[in-house]
């Protein structure tokens, strides 16, 4: 009670002092900020013994490097961790305020795409929770992820302004302030290369705390914004050249202005390099900055620095960490090698050849002259060490500098997220660099932090785990196990059912505030994720038609009911992304006014899909999409999270999923598809999707609705585009895996069917979950990559 009325006036002193509010004029907003410093003053002691033991200790520090950090929410994250649940909820209660309501009012922070950036976001808080002490570097961009709307069932964008309230989770650091240098030529004097950059812009620092499970470490997530270095060229402005006196600042005001919004496919656009390097550079001098502080010899940083580039977006910093240590401490280029390389680790993403980064040695030259130079110079040594073979693979290549070679002959190690995708980078992406460099290509597979994933968005499930199996699993996942025995029991199987139900109930009823009714009885079955041709939201728009079909032809037949849920962002280019959103909502249109059909099918693809989101629809799905093209995911991280609360896959052997269904077991896993190996070869036939197509009379029926326009009445040839592809260039395999995913969704129907075999599979999965912690997967890094001890 005492620590109730304590945190109940510490919000009344932050309403009072800080927000200039009086209790009855209180807005929501302001219960929320003055929530938020309330919190926020209890994660500062932490935080600053964080900080002092890490200097007193003088222990390693690893540097996350990531364009993208999808953090979404943090108040109910910071209350969650430092284990202030029931006080706040009751302090608010107190208040006479509806503490979700209160929590739901903070805006996402969607400074990332989908799953790099959200994996970002987990590792820094398994970094807190295992107290390792690390920051995270990012770009504060003032327009994250842009916001989705449907307009007659097209995808529209509109800007996503999270900082147009004041943002109580940052600290503006003035004082941490560095010069970002651009363009212009190098002169050579004595042998020393001399940049004489052409432009340059400020970087400067925000922090965001990072508050471990139990409040006992916290780490800082530092956020770069550019500001201009003097705002007007007094030169130039004297010269006469007004509009070119402007520029300087022009360059800061777009820099960190907005995210890059396309998650699949490299463009080559100059600013996105300029991003890249404005990250990078203002981390690296921050990070010498530091080291300098209490050591002399740069020689030293690798046994006190460790620096990961989260995939090729921060590759820049191999060569501008050459170039510091080089450029302005005069180290000898061989020796500055080195060190960039212990210090340097590189994380794969993608295989995708499209999405792999390339710049135009012109561009690189034009904005990076002195960085082309080391570039080549850096290519020019590999080859040295390594000559004499035969299919050198070098970083400048046809006027290009690609950017995974340069990572990788950077770093000391080189890591793929799944342990098939690990594979995959050996053999496909860098076969070559492979053998040169045995052993440095490892994998990491990742993970998920079940405080927000588990414990924060299913507070049911959870609470039913506590009572089970006690305190103390939500940093030590594996303890999940013990749930088993439990699980072959009736009451506890009850519990889990009662614990679905009730977030089904719950998502029902926001699905019904967006205007369709859903039966919280139906199987709710979840896709989540970006929209991508790879991932062939497409292949499961068909079975949803085909599934419609088969249910008008046999109306009273024994069908389980079924809420097929969509949600996603396609980039706003992606023009055949954007045709599958149109066809979800056209069929959604469909099927939703069908009374032949009714509950037995609904389609919902509510808009704007982001982290808050997944947190509501992930504790209550039954059943998770993961089907992609064998061999296109690296790895997935929604997969974990479904598996987390209880839903079992329905998928393909493609990246994490090889491991789910191998902690899990076969018997409670729906597979389907070709596999990576057999992908390639069935493309071999140019004939493959005729053929599946010839071969599938459900598939024939289901793409001959399209085509007659069954769901796009106003414009009956609205598909045609897409159905002739799916015939003529189906690249990711939609029809050669359509009838093996009929059947594994009749499987899926089946073992709902029989609810206690369900309960069974979905416990399961969650029972088997714990090895997709990110916690495991951080501890990973940490001892194959960093070197680093934890402090805790
Ligand atoms: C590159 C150049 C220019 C502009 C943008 C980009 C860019 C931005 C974001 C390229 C790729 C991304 C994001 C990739 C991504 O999210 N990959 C996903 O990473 C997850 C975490 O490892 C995996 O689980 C997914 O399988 C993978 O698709």
Redesign the pocket.
């Known amino acids: 009670m005492n620590a109730v009325s304590n945190l109940r006036d510490e919000i009344l002193r932050h309403l009072t002092f800080t927000l200039g509010k009086d209790r009855p004029n209180a807005t929501v907003y302001d219960w929320r900020m003055a929530l938020s410093y309330a919190v926020r003053d209890r994660i500062m002691v932490p935080w600053f013994d964080a900080t002092r033991r890490t200097w007193a200790e003088d222990r390693k520090r690893v540097y996350y490097l990531s364009?993208?950090f999808l953090i979404g929410r943090l108040l109910e994250d910071a209350i969650i961790n430092l284990g202030i649940h029931h006080e706040a909820e009751e302090a608010m209660a107190a208040l006479g305020q509806d503490f979700r309501a209160v929590v739901e009012d903070e805006p996402d922070a969607a400074l990332g795409?989908?799953?790099?950036?959200?994996?970002a976001a987990c590792f820094m808080e398994s970094m807190a929770t295992l107290g390792c002490p690390a920051y995270g570097y990012g770009i504060r961009y003032e327009n994250g992820l842009f916001r989705q709307r449907f307009q007659t069932g097209q995808q529209v964008e509109a800007p996503e302004d999270w900082l147009a309230q004041t943002h109580p989770w940052e600290f503006p650091r003035p004082e941490a302030k560095y010069v970002i240098p651009f363009g212009g030529h190098v002169e050579t004097k004595g042998g020393q290369s001399i940049w004489v950059p052409g432009a340059s812009v400020h970087a400067m620092a925000h922090d965001t705390l990072v508050i471990g499970w139990q409040g006992k470490w916290a780490n800082t997530l530092r956020f770069w914004s550019a500001e201009p270095t003097n705002l007007f060229d007094l030169e130039r402005f004297n010269r006469g050249d007004y509009t070119a006196a402007a520029e300087p600042e022009v360059l800061a005001r777009t820099l960190s202005r907005v995210l890059?919004p396309?998650?699949?496919t490299?463009?080559g656009?100059e600013l996105?390099l300029k991003q890249e390097f404005f990250l990078t550079s203002a981390a690296l001098q921050d990070i010498l900055r530091r080291f300098l502080q209490n050591h002399a010899d740069l020689r030293a940083l690798p046994n006190h620095v460790a620096i990961q580039m989260n995939?090729t977006?921060p590759a820049i910093a191999g060569p501008e960490l050459i170039r510091l240590l080089v450029d302005e401490h005069h180290m000898d280029f061989r020796d500055a090698v080195n060190v960039a390389q212990k210090c340097l680790g590189y994380?794969n993403?993608?295989l995708l050849p499209e999405?792999l980064?390339r710049w135009a040695t012109f561009t690189f030259g034009n904005v990076l002259p002195r960085h082309m130079q080391i570039v080549e110079q850096i290519d020019h040594w590999h080859l040295d060490e390594n000559h004499s073979r035969p299919h050198y693979v070098g970083i400048v290549k046809h006027h290009e500098v690609r950017m995974g070679e340069l990572a990788f002959i950077m770093s000391h190690k080189v890591n793929g997220?799944?342990a098939l995708?690990s594979d995959l980078v050996k053999q496909n992406l860098f076969p070559e660099l492979d053998k040169l460099h045995p052993g440095r290509i490892i994998n990491q597979t990742?993970g998920v932090t079940p405080r927000r994933w588990l414990k924060m968005c299913n507070p049911a499930l959870s609470g039913l785990i506590t009572e089970t199996i006690g305190e103390g699993w939500e940093s030590h996942l594996d303890r999940l196990r013990e749930l088993e025995p439990a699980i072959d029991t009736k009451p506890f199987l009850a519990d889990f059912g009662a614990a679905k139900r009730q977030n089904k109930v719950a998502l029902s009823n926001w699905i019904g505030g967006q205007g369709v009714s859903v039966s919280p009885d139906a199987l709710f079955d979840v896709q989540i994720k970006?929209i991508h041709e790879y991932k062939r939201q497409l292949l499961n728009i068909l079975e949803t038609i085909a599934r419609w079909s088969a249910i008008r032809d046999k109306p009273n037949g024994d069908w389980v009911p079924r809420v097929k849920i969509f949600g996603g962002k396609s980039a706003p280019g992606y023009a055949v992304a954007k045709e599958i959103i149109h066809l979800i909502n056209d069929v959604a249109r469909t099927i939703n006014a069908d009374p032949v059909t009714g509950d037995l099918l609904k389609v919902v693809f509510p808009p704007n899909y982001n982290v808050s989101m997944a947190q509501r629809l992930v504790p209550a799905a039954d059943l998770s999409e993961q089907i992609s093209t064998a061999g296109k995911?690296?790895?997935?991280?929604g997969n974990m999270k479904f598996m987390m609360n209880g839903a079992p896959t329905i998928g393909t052997l493609d990246?994490?999923n090889v491991e789910i269904l191998k902690e899990v077991g076969a018997e409670n896993f729906f597979l389907f598809g070709l596999t990576a190996e057999e992908v390639p070869k069935r493309r071999e036939n140019p004939e493959h999707s005729a053929n599946a197509i010839e071969a599938s009379k459900p598939l024939q029926d289901v793409l001959q609705m399209i085509a007659e326009g069954r769901f796009s009445p106003e414009q009956k040839d609205r598909y045609h585009g897409l159905v002739h592809r799916i015939w003529h260039h189906d690249y990711f395999l939609v029809a050669s895996d359509f009838d093996s995913y009929i059947k594994a969704q009749e499987c899926a129907d089946a073992a709902f069917a029989d609810r206690d075999r369900w309960l069974r599979m979905a416990a399961l999965n969650t029972a088997r979950s714990g090895f997709f912690s990110s916690d495991r997967t951080i501890r990973g890094y940490m001892q194959d990559i960093w070197s680093v001890e934890p402090a805790i």
């Open positions: 364009m993208e795409n989908g799953g790099l950036g959200r994996l890059y396309d998650d699949t490299y463009q656009k996105r995939d977006h994380t993403h993608t999405a980064e997220v799944s995708h990742n970006r995911e690296a790895s997935g991280t990246g994490a």
